[in-house]
T-cell receptor, first 113, second 111 residues
Framework: NAGVTQTPKFQVLKTGQSMTLQCAQD?????MSWYRQDPGMGLRLIHY???????DQGEVPNGYNVSRSTTEDFPLRLLSAAPSQTSVYFC????????????FGPGTRLTVL | AQSVAQPEDQVNVAEGNPLTVKCTYS??????LFWYVQYPNRGLQFLLK??????LVKGSYGFEAEFNKSQTSFHLKKPSALVSDSALYFC?????????FGKGTRLHILP
């Protein structure tokens, strides 16, 4: 199993550009989530999904969209990038629900100029 | 809303000494608590969780955590620190369908 994969590993955007961060898992996990990690702020939840077709907002959802059309994939879309979205983004998945341990991807380092 | 706090940004421990990384929680109802570790340039890895039962929870790499309801704490412990334990440690709490993380504590193990 590849586990949780994220692409790209690094990305530089200009203010106002849009892009999609990809996340996929091959463990048939129902629960998936996106976090951003900033120095001194820890991990903050952006969006999460309890299963295909179901998504919900986390702590910091503004400026981001998600969709969950399949169990495997959970892409994160930046609609109009801003410098405040410069961060490291992590995708995670877990079996059935948030009671279970989450498996994290390697992260995407995004810089918005 | 449920939350956790990690009062120390950094903890320094000499190799071979016991280590403690502190976490306090604020929840309504029964707490579901987790510890994760992040090594440099890596994603987070699960260490252990508390859902119910014994107050002492054993996890990966020799770590354990003590749940204390009266003090609303869930401190991470290890009897003898290794240099390889140097990393960033996160406490987390379940809030309905969400997992909310603390700000993290950087652990330095000094040779």
């Amino acid at each position: 199993n590849a586990g949780v994969t994220q692409t790209p590993k690094f990305q530089v955007l200009k203010t106002g550009q849009s892009m999609t961060l990809q996340c996929a898992q091959d463990m048939n996990h129902e629960y998936m989530s996106w976090y951003r990690q900033d120095p001194g702020m820890g991990l903050r939840l952006i969006h999460y999904s309890v299963g295909a077709g179901i998504t919900d907002q986390g702590e910091v959802p503004n400026g981001y969209n998600v969709s969950r059309s399949t169990t495997e994939d959970f892409p994160l879309r930046l609609l109009s990038a801003a410098p405040s979205q410069t961060s490291v983004y992590f995708c995670a998945s877990s079996r059935q629900s948030s009671y279970n341990e989450q498996f994290f991807g390697p992260g995407t380092r995004l810089t918005v100029l | 809303a449920q939350s956790v706090a990690q009062p120390e940004d950094q903890v320094n421990v000499a190799e071979g000494n016991p280590l403690t990384v502190k976490c306090t929680y604020s929840v309504s109802g029964n707490p579901y608590l987790f510890w994760y570790v992040q090594y440099p340039n890596r994603g987070l890895q699960f260490l252990l969780k508390y859902i119910t039962g014994d107050n002492l929870v054993k996890g990966s790499y020799g770590f354990e955590a003590e749940f204390n309801k009266s003090q609303t704490s869930f401190h991470l412990k290890k009897p003898s620190a290794l240099v390889s334990d140097s990393a960033l440690y996160f406490c987390a709490v379940r809030d309905a369908d969400k997992i909310i993380f603390g700000k993290g504590t950087r652990l330095h193990i000094l040779p």
